[in-house]
């Protein structure tokens, strides 16, 4: 059976969310001819570093990892007031692109836009088989079954999130040696050597 | 990129238990090419039917599947009384066929049995890369996330489940209308036609 | 012991939402002699129908059930921007027909609207000693402990659901098959013909 | 509708388990006509007292409930030994009093035997349609959402715990102040004066 | 190891919200040579009670436990409408006093303030090295592992509660029978005599 | 105020199993004066490696870790066969050394030996105020809230583990590279260097 390409969708509150939840696992899949696109709700406004530079890091972050990049329109720190607006953007993307595999944020994280940013795309999501959410350093009782491995992956994931120089210099967040330390003990956990974990929301397995 | 068939193993307590969890998966992976396992723990000796038609029911259901039949030797109602001796089994047979795919009972389920053939499946497959548990009528708590499309399988699932016709007849947790309801239900959730639903223990995803 | 009549509340976000999620039950609280009130919070502007349609639809499917029907005032899709003022709209309808019985959506919702309902209908009927909440088509993670056996009045059901022809046509949550299936399906967890499941938030068992 | 009266079941592993759980609630079962059965799995031959005062105490304590008392006869401490066999005891009392209503312990539970028993209570009352779930000194992560009014029947309670004179006497884990007050905080959480808490396994609620 | 005096803060939605949920932990703190300070987000518009007096009733209530109070500026009722601004309230506050040590509502709660205040108080606190959720009479699902001894700070509690006269008098979740109960009851589970029980976001144990 | 030290037990089923769930943290106890006490249930007979050896790798590892090692005398692979006779040896070694805080395993784990230490040993502490639960290579749904910073500690940790050669170079549950993984992964959620997590079973925090 011939693998044929398929359209993954990544969703993200801020610049670098994508890379440190499944940044690898996205490299994977334009390895393995699928077409990637990254949605970023917000250009992190909120955060360190300024604007211009943050959507430069992104644009440069996206390429790293072979992805087409999608901006939405959001204000950092008050995605939640665009609730309805939040769901119509992320459907528009997922329409116009027929996009059949989803990964966005896991529910339970201490950062608004986080929670925001999930909800909407499960709603936005309703119709596709495969939306998995992503563990992020503000993640709380993430307890993944589902894996990626990303052995082969985890240049790329860490060349893509150097691109975010902003946030690596000054967000306590964003951290590269706690980025190894996640891969190698998700990847223990699924035996393999390096992995990016998921909490599936909904898998149609092609068996 | 070619499918490599794969080995799949399927454990339940008692004769008909994998039909109803995921006998119309197996009948998928079997479609694929994949190499499919049954192992049936005991031989349903404290239920309806006797064990020597018992043994024929399972015998034409795993052929209506096509699938290879394994039979362990544990006493029924009994088997938690042996739990090393039941990890020893189900390793001993993963190791053997080299097994990649592993299918067993969820660990939150009312029958003693299979809550010890759960918990034994998920320890002697400890290194495999995929240990999904499936769904039993006397089940609880179970929420799926994770589906199998079974639309083109349903029929080979319904006349395995045909098969055990001491069980269809006798029990009351064998109902074929019941699982019709189900498959539809899964199917609803999973946005296809039929589907069956399973919680991971486990998954490494192929991206 | 003599049955006291009850009032019972069912609220819903959208025309057909109170209907999938607990029409048969409020069908035999009717046939029990008891006071049903199903409270709309919105009009469903923002799904496929006309909204002139819609209100008609819902008054017909009212009426087929034998409950009255009250409308709220929110926009539909942005009901979570106006969380005090439907926590007061609810908890004024509990008040001004001293309600005994409150059903609502479940909290696990896709659907941004199902969750602000359900979450404000928690909080206005504090005082209430039986709230139970009720599976959507867009729940997850739904797993019911508590149903109510609607063999005797699935025809009502179905009946008022054919009522929202707008949705049934055009919308792919509103299957009347699916709902066929998800009622054997729970009636078989049940050991009933078919149910309704629901997950309590609260009940004062009357022993 | 009249209230047709019921048999109930509670079946705890100890003498004094079923009174501290349920024993509120079986004495408004037998306030309202229903008949009521207590099966009691060991005599606490491992506990604080000996046997035969156990016995006695016991049997006061059925009695000022108004509840029938059959004894199991599993081992203290050692129950789990005997899975099967405690499955079969429990279904030939609920099929030999066409039991309805059941209550057991908790699952999770820091007593091997209160484990033990909790399960085989779930796998025995497969077929009833009301199986609750009540809280001991050594539960843990119980939550409930269904409670039962004792108000009316906390006198009854403590009567029938101060029954087991060995038990207030030695026990750290039976103490009468600590009923009270958790009986208060169920009452809190119920919106009524005192309760009891029960997780339910499955209800089929009479609407 | 001398014990080194930490900076204590408590987030409440409402005026008594703290004392209740963790009065007596506080005031231990306070005995313990700890700096407290109180954060009252809104100043109880929505309540019984006019606001100037809901004001010194707090202002009573803080002087005493020994707690400094700060003043929130957010709409009683519609705290979640200005999540930035409220995360951003405390991240001051806590930047302000080097906060070491937060107390907040829990996530799981019928009070849409509550809900509010729980996640921007685990937002606000991501670098603090300990942030434990208290229980407020609208919680639900509330499970606590954590406990702290209050016996010898009861007295200090009730008289905390006492001073906020106008809910005593009219709300029916300030009762202090059920704050003895609720105390009585955590008290049995954590083998101490009176206790508040706390969920842990996440606490580095000082070992 | 003074430290007043401790008596610490540390439960693990097999030779190895304590240092690495929670080998950090006893040294950390032994360098702050507690007393700590390492009991392990089985001389690892099952796994790779001869019981001589094993004996003398536990013996070397509980000295570098400042440790007492108390043995258990229970079949490797078959311990829950021997429930009651478990507890009993637990409650004793508690009982003798009057314990104040135990480590276990947790409950949600694929080796039977490790459920079953689990389950006892939140039996047999049932008395103690403090029970945490650790993490082990075979652990699933492990969700830490509570953790122990042992960056300081790092080197006894790898070193006591290294003192276990023949499970260093034979089994595949034992790796230093993923031992420093997940110390470097929990260090991380806890906002420390390197860390331990755990799931509290009871905690009852000085305050």
Chains 1, 2, 3, 4, 5, 6 share one sequence.
Not at 13 to 28: F, K, N, Q, V, W
Not at 104 to 118: K, L, W
């Amino acid at each position: 059976m011939l693998h044929l390409p398929k359209t993954v969708l990544a969703v993200g509150s801020h610049p670098d969310d994508i890379e440190l939840g499944c940044g690898g696992t996205l490299a994977r899949h334009v390895a393995r001819g699928d077409r990637v696109i990254m949605l970023v709700i917000t250009k992190g406004q909120a955060g360190p570093g300024d604007v211009a530079a943050r959507i430069i890091e992104q644009e440069h972050a996206a390429a790293t990892l072979g992805a087409e990049l999608v901006w939405g329109d959001l204000p950092d720190g008050r995605v939640s007031n665009h609730e309805l607006h939040l769901v119509h953007l992320i459907e528009s993307v997922i329409r116009a692109n027929r996009v059949q595999v989803v990964y966005t944020h896991g529910v339970e994280d201490t950062h608004q836009d986080h929670r925001a940013v999930a909800l909407a795309t499960l709603g936005a999501a309703r119709h596709c088989q495969q939306v998995l959410t992503y563990e992020s350093p503000s993640s709380y009782g993430f307890s993944p079954r589902v894996f990626v491995d990303i052995s082969s992956a985890m240049d790329k994931k860490a060349a893509a999130l150097r691109c975010h120089g902003s946030q690596v210099a000054d967000s306590a967040m964003v951290c590269l040696d706690a980025v190894h330390s996640q891969a190698g003990y998700r990847g223990f956990q699924s035996r393999v050597g390096s992995a990016e974990g998921f909490v599936p929301h909904r898998i149609v397995l092609e068996v």
